[in-house]
């Protein structure tokens, strides 16, 4: 992404927020948007157990983390290509084809392990490919990954056309379907297992520093000895990874494979990072403020499925909340400014 | 000679003619001039609203919302039609572009007041606009027989062996070639996409000239609006659903650099072209409709590969973002 704007008031040109080097305490803990995202997520948990009877139940709370578990798988590694200064559109389709290969092994007999691996394979499979595109030719990656995203689905298309796959054994199922202790599901366990392990990597590593250095300077970052396109690549592979995963557990769930699995996933997943606090731009996020702003949009979708809100109803509030995120903070500096 | 050659919009009108002689071959009937404008017909919807695109992307930036506004667009004159038939054809287009240029008047005013980056803006209003068709739908369907005779023929009307449909796309190229090569705002948004710093520095409001550039695209979007309702007779929440990727795959096959300030309207045309002839010849050559999406993502990467090769950066910024005083 490339989307430089010359900014029109000095307020706007700003060092870049949430590069977390350490812990701060006290009034400026308090500022953090990760801070400003639970106090949201706190109070539409309130609004909505208010709202409806059904809602404070934990087998109904653990249903409603259906709603967003899958997707906020991908917006983690989402986060980190968009913080690399990159995107990923083609992660829907991803998991269109790693779902359609899963389906064809299955219809051939395959078991639940190489289906799994298969759904793996497949997502870094079509992650090294939109890597190599960005990295070899440096084409830009938003048009690289417009033309992998009707690519990838295409070719679901192409084998599927207006079939589905429907046979998946049934030890398959546990994946998307299955408990591993009480209320909590498998799909919530592993994303909340990814969400450690991916904080860790940015936070944590040499790794994640390289990314931010990446995402806010590539050149500065090029000549203080940071292999860009190495890293680049592998944040392919790495988004590529991770919407295989999602495959494998949305294909489990819903048990069946279309070619219009997962359609529109890739645009969810950009809005839970941006919620997230993770600059479009690239250079600064971090990964508690999307696995925050994947709960609210899950505990937003749960709610308003209780009260009996149409699903494109919830995609009006989702689209001005991710605009109104934005530009409250702006407004706000704006009116600072003008009182000062 | 050598020039001609690297011209991409020649080599480009070379494939799609080799592309009409290899689909000729296999059925004649395809290149046949009564088919041939049919084809036109069923692309001009994609190539006016690629070059609305086009004229947003120039400006370095992207409208995701596009397709949404047609859809928005479409269904408010649809339903006026249906309400009111007796609203005559002509306020309903005024109608359908003024309710796209509002639509896209909103995407460049959070771009232009509020420096919000436009994949962002247009990401959300995308959800808005599509989820207001279906509140004011209440997602239910207005189907052909609830329009108007005249709402659905005009577009249909033939004029000199052309149905009115293709001469409003000839006639927006026409528009949309004369604004970015004879106006100053036209030159603007090249300007403030090819280099952004060095277009304030020259006096150029970047800002204002994505809001125009937002605000005309947003017209043409709610004009196709209303001529793809009328056109395929019926307006539901989902139509054009997915389009925008289409209009920017057509840009980006026609060579328009999705980093702002290169591309001409001739690209844009050709690309369009080439995703219309592509569709309408794959049933004609008895292959799968359902090959046509992997077919134009292909193309698409074909494409991006090769524009990236020619579009080799001569300089190098090192400071991401020049600062601008204000």
Redesign the interface.
């Known amino acids: 992404?490339?989307?430089?704007?010359?900014?029109?008031?000095?307020s706007?040109?700003r060092a870049p927020r949430n590069i977390p080097d350490r812990l701060t305490l006290g009034w400026r803990r308090l500022q953090r948007w990760e801070t400003l995202l639970l106090i949201v997520a706190v109070a539409i948990f309130i609004f909505n157990s208010f709202a409806s009877p059904y809602f404070l139940d934990p087998w109904s709370l653990s249903d409603a983390t259906y709603n967003f578990t899958e997707k906020a798988i991908v917006a983690l590694a989402m986060s980190f290509v968009i913080i690399a200064g990159d995107?990923d559109l083609s992660v829907a389709s991803i998991i269109a084809l790693a779902s359609t290969a899963m389906g064809a092994a299955a219809a051939a007999g395959a078991d639940t392990p190489l289906l799994v691996a298969i759904g793996l394979g497949v997502g870094i499979v079509c992650g090294a490919f939109n890597g190599f595109?960005v990295t070899r030719?440096?084409?830009?990656s938003?048009?690289?990954t417009?033309?992998?995203?009707?690519?990838?689905?295409?070719?679901s298309?192409?084998v599927?056309?207006?079939q589905a796959y429907t046979k998946y054994p049934p030890s398959f199922a546990w994946f998307g379907q299955g408990y591993v202790w009480w209320v909590f599901t498998a799909e919530f366990v592993i994303f909340i297992v990814l969400a450690i392990l991916l904080g860790i990597l940015l936070h944590k590593t040499v790794f994640g520093r390289r990314v931010y250095a990446l995402g806010?300077?590539p050149?500065?970052a090029r000549f203080s000895g940071v292999r860009v396109d190495r890293i680049r690549f592998l944040l392919f592979i790495m988004t590529g990874t991770a919407a295989g995963i999602a495959s494998v557990l949305l294909t489990s769930r819903l048990g069946a494979t279309r070619?219009t699995i997962g359609t529109g996933i890739e645009?969810e997943a950009?809005?839970m990072a941006?919620l997230g606090g993770v600059n479009?731009?690239g250079g600064s996020g971090t990964i508690p403020g999307v696995v925050i702003a994947a709960f609210i949009m899950g505990l937003v979708t749960f709610g308003f499925g209780l009260l009996n809100v149409?699903g494109?109803?919830m995609?009006?509030f989702?689209?001005?909340?991710?605009?109104a995120v934005?530009?409250l903070p702006?407004?706000w500096r704006k009116f600072i400014h003008r009182r000062n | 000679m050598a020039r001609i050659l690297k011209n991409r919009n020649v080599m480009l009108g070379a494939v799609i003619v080799l592309l009409l002689i290899g689909i000729g071959i296999r059925n004649p009937r395809f290149v046949q001039p009564g088919n041939l404008v049919e084809v036109f017909n069923d692309s001009s919807i994609l190539m006016m609203v690629a070059l609305a695109q086009m004229l947003v992307i120039l400006t370095?930036?992207?409208d995701l919302s596009v397709s949404a506004n047609i859809a928005l667009s479409g269904m408010i004159v649809a339903m006026l039609n249906f309400y009111f038939p007796g609203i005559p054809v002509v306020a309903l287009i005024a109608i359908s572009m003024m309710s796209g240029f509002a639509l896209g008047a909103i995407n460049g005013l959070?771009?232009w007041k509020?420096?919000?980056?436009?994949?962002?803006?247009t990401?959300?209003?995308?959800?808005?606009y599509?989820?207001?068709v279906?509140?004011l739908s209440g997602?239910a369907w207005v189907n052909s027989q609830q329009m108007s005779d005249s709402f659905k023929a005009f577009p249909r009307a033939i004029i000199l062996g052309m149905p009115v449909l293709a001469w409003i796309g000839v006639v927006t190229v026409i528009l949309i070639a004369i604004f970015l090569k004879m106006t100053r705002l036209g030159r603007s948004l090249y300007a403030a996409g090819g280099n952004?710093?060095a277009?304030?520095y020259a006096g150029i409001d970047?800002?204002r000239s994505r809001f125009y550039a937002y605000s005309i695209g947003g017209s043409i979007a709610g004009l196709a609006g209303y001529l793809w309702v009328s056109r395929y007779a019926v307006a539901y929440?989902e139509i054009a659903q997915g389009f925008e990727?289409d209009t920017?795959?057509a840009c980006?096959i026609g060579g328009i650099s999705?980093?702002g300030g290169i591309g001409s309207v001739m690209g844009g045309v050709l690309g369009a072209l080439f995703l219309g002839i592509v569709k309408n010849a794959l049933p004609v050559i008895h292959i799968?409709p359902?090959?046509?999406?992997?077919?134009?993502?292909?193309v698409?990467?074909v494409?991006?590969?090769i524009?990236?090769?020619s579009e080799r950066k001569v300089g190098?910024?090192?400071?991401?973002?020049a600062?601008?005083p204000?």
């Open positions: 992404m490339s989307t430089i704007s010359a900014p029109s008031d000095p706007a040109v995107i595109l030719f440096q084409v830009p938003i048009v690289a417009i033309g992998t995203m009707s690519l990838f689905r295409g070719i298309y192409a599927l056309g207006d806010n300077n050149v500065a070619p645009l950009v809005t941006v479009i731009l149409p494109i109803v995609s009006i989702v689209g001005s909340l991710l605009i934005i530009a702006i407004l | 370095k930036c992207i959070f771009i509020l420096g919000i980056p436009s994949i962002v803006v990401l959300g209003t995308m959800s808005v599509r989820g207001s279906f509140l997602g952004p710093t277009a304030v970047v800002g929440v990727l920017v795959a980006v999705i980093a799968s359902f090959f046509q999406m992997a077919i134009s993502g292909a698409i990467i494409a991006v590969v524009n990236a090769r190098r910024l090192i400071l991401k973002e600062q601008v204000a």
